[in-house]
């Protein structure tokens, strides 16, 4: 899936990590979410799988965009 499928929920810039940018969370067509950020190193997810850590402040803006 490319990124101009997606609804941006949050951030203000290119959608490029490393400008001050990330974490940002996208809405897929199907209503699901897809986050964009640094990885975490909190514990080793299973194969296939990653962990991206999305501070509240970021979760509240993608909350906000969606109306809830």
Not at 3 to 27: A, F, I, M, S, W
Not at 42 to 55: Q, S, Y
Request: glycine residues 14%; contains cysteine; hydrophobic residues 35%.
């Amino acid at each position: 899936m490319a990124r101009e499928e997606l609804t941006r929920l949050t951030g203000n810039g290119n959608g490029n990590c490393g400008k001050d940018d990330c974490p940002n969370v996208y809405r897929t067509a199907s209503g699901s979410f897809v986050v964009q950020g640094d990885v975490s190193d909190a514990f080793m997810p299973p194969d296939g799988e990653g962990l991206v850590e999305i501070p509240e402040h970021i979760m509240r803006e993608a909350i906000r965009a969606l109306g809830w």
